[in-house]
């Protein structure tokens, strides 16, 4: 092949490759909510990553170069509740001073992670200079999938419905109603609810 | 026999893999599956619950934005405000070790700012030497922090800024420090943050004597009502799990301590804080919270209320 004809292939086989963009944020929003949050739950998680480098990856499973730790102590802030917004006229069952509400099932609400608490640990590893700013970074975003994955089961459904339970009662009793009963729906598509799996699944997620 | 053609086309070939790797991230992963892999996991480790709280927070407003923050812009803030700075910021954070892992935060707090960790030196002969904080604060600042009441605690901790122990303490290593810190024109870190800050009101001081309705007006008033404040700001790692990220390194020059990160991941954070609260978020959030009540009441069957009015 002749070269001209080769650089005119790699030019359009550049245009090609350099058309993938990340995704952005066109706009920023303010929109109105109404969630009721009962239980605030601070994590503490620690983190424990390898880097693993290859030379030559496809050949007998490639040369191994390095493998340098990375300790971090993380701290992650979770606010669970209700939200109200899902609430609809058939979940409220008036009867004269009688009332039953059937609320909307207990989700997270809110997941903090925040940056300004991560801490790195210098007693136990000593080379974490070799891991860069872009690493690291990578790190983080593993430990919040990690935590997020893990949020199901620990198992706080019942407390946050308790709370809310203590929340509300006074206040449909303020509104004149003696007897009040107040029920959740179950959101069996939703993944924060995993009573059922949660010591198995939590057994083997550890245990990998 | 090797032409200068063929010299010219193989740099030619050579340029467009260059130009590629750098631009073309699909190239760059080819690239890497191939000839070099580099990757990172994390081991198995135990999430602990630390603090369970019972709170009654109702969220009545959310935003959600970007911003970008740089080194440059933390280093004019500090130049205007000394208290931002670094050193400061990071005493204060040594004060909160303090109180949580006592003596033995106490001791790699020196370690590491003495940067002790290659000589062996025994503790109490550097707790006398002159080192950013001085022993006779700590020691204060110990028999305070022993008596395990937050209230103190806290005290300690927001009014450090402004007391003269404190200043005296680490006015001398202070500037050193800064004149060391504010330096090195190259360096710079542009980040690129995307969160979510949410407001709303505390439900725990409400009671029934608040709530009023006035008959003539239809109209239900909530005398008493707290300020929304802002529930909860936060730039995670992740903006959408997998698919879009918190920070986004968009520049980087000379090597960065995580410290220096973390300031400018706070400088996002207090940036998107302002944008939403430019933007109206705390307006929204009261008025939100008037719409939520009304359509509350309605579903309760409360009709004759056509009007809610919250008064602070």
Redesign the interface.
């Known amino acids: 092949m002749q070269?001209n004809r080769?650089?005119g292939i790699?030019?359009l086989?550049?245009m090609a490759?350099?058309a993938?963009q990340?995704?952005?944020?066109d706009i920023?929003?303010?929109?109105?909510?109404?969630?009721?949050?009962?239980?605030?739950?601070?994590?503490?998680?620690?983190?424990?990553?390898?880097?693993?480098?290859?030379?030559?990856?496809?050949l007998f499973g490639?040369i191994n170069l390095n493998k340098a730790p990375f300790i971090a102590y993380t701290?992650a802030s979770i606010?669970i509740?209700i939200d109200?917004d899902k609430?609809?006229?058939q979940d409220?069952d008036?009867s004269g001073a009688k009332?039953s509400l059937t609320l909307p099932p207990v989700e997270l609400?809110?997941?903090?992670?925040?940056?300004?608490k991560?801490r790195?640990d210098?007693?136990y590893v000593?080379a974490k200079d070799t891991w860069s700013?872009?690493?690291?970074?990578?790190?983080?975003?593993?430990?919040?999938?990690?935590?997020?994955e893990?949020i199901p089961y620990?198992g706080?459904e019942e407390?946050a419905q308790e709370?809310i339970i203590m929340?509300l009662t006074?206040v449909l009793r303020?509104?004149g109603f003696e007897n009040i009963e107040i029920n959740f729906q179950e959101d069996k598509d939703s993944d924060f609810l995993k009573r059922e799996e949660s010591i198995e699944a939590l057994r083997e997620?550890?245990?990998? | 026999m090797i032409k200068p053609?063929?010299i010219?086309?193989g740099l030619?070939?050579l340029l467009?893999c260059i130009?590629?790797y750098q631009?073309?991230?699909?190239?760059r992963m080819l690239f890497k599956?191939?000839?070099?892999?580099?990757?990172?996991?994390?081991?198995?480790?135990?999430?602990?619950?630390?603090?369970?709280?019972?709170?009654?927070?109702?969220?009545?407003?959310?935003?959600?934005?970007?911003v970008m923050f740089s080194w440059k812009e933390y280093q004019e803030l500090a130049k205007i405000d000394p208290d931002t700075s670094f050193v400061r910021f990071d005493a204060i954070n040594s004060l909160e070790q303090l109180y949580t892992w006592k003596d033995t935060a106490r001791k790699?707090y020196f370690?590491?700012h003495l940067k002790l960790?290659h000589k062996k030196v025994k503790f109490k002969d550097y707790a006398q030497k002159d080192s950013l904080v001085q022993t006779d604060l700590f020691k204060d600042l110990k028999i305070i922090l022993n008596t395990n009441d937050k209230r103190t605690y806290n005290f300690v901790r927001d009014h450090a800024l402004y007391s003269p122990m404190f200043n005296k303490a680490i006015s001398r290593p202070l500037r050193k420090k800064e004149r060391k810190f504010l330096g090195n024109p190259k360096k710079d870190?542009v980040l690129l943050g995307?969160g979510?800050i949410?407001a709303?009101f505390g439900?725990d001081s409400l009671s029934?004597d608040q709530?009023k309705a006035e008959e003539k007006n239809d109209t239900l008033v909530i005398s008493g009502m707290p300020h929304p404040h802002i529930?909860?700001s936060?730039?995670?790692?992740?903006?959408i799990?997998?698919?879009?990220?918190g920070?986004?390194?968009v520049f980087?020059k000379k090597k960065?301590k995580?410290e220096e990160?973390?300031q400018v991941?706070?400088g996002c954070?207090r940036k998107l804080e302002q944008?939403?609260l430019e933007?109206?978020?705390m307006e929204?959030a009261w008025?939100?919270?008037e719409?939520?009540v009304l359509?509350?009441l309605q579903?309760?069957?409360?009709e004759k209320i056509k009007v809610v009015r919250f008064i602070r």
């Open positions: 070269p080769l650089l790699i030019f086989f550049c490759l350099s993938c990340a995704p952005s944020l920023s929003k303010v929109k109105a909510v109404s969630k009721l949050a009962s239980l605030e739950v601070k994590l503490d998680k620690m983190l424990f990553a390898q880097n693993q480098s290859k030379v030559l990856p496809f490639g701290e606010l509740g109200m609430l609809r006229g409220i008036i009332i609400l809110d997941f903090s992670y925040p940056a300004e991560f790195e210098d007693i000593t700013m872009h690493q690291k970074e990578q790190v983080y975003q593993l430990g919040e999938l990690e935590i997020r893990m620990l706080m407390k709370n929340l006074p303020g509104m997620m550890i245990t990998g | 053609k063929h010219f086309g030619a070939i467009a130009l590629l631009n073309s991230t699909a190239f599956g191939l000839i070099y892999s580099n990757k990172t996991y994390l081991e198995k480790t135990v999430l602990a619950i630390k603090e369970v709280n019972n709170i009654s927070e109702w969220i009545t407003a959310e935003y959600y934005g970007e790699s370690r590491e960790s870190l995307r979510w949410k709303g439900l029934d709530f529930i909860s936060h730039i995670n790692p992740w903006f799990p997998k698919k879009l990220k920070y986004e390194i980087s960065f995580p990160v973390k991941k706070v954070l944008n939403a933007t109206g978020l929204e008025k939100s919270a719409a939520s359509g509350m579903l309760l069957g409360e």
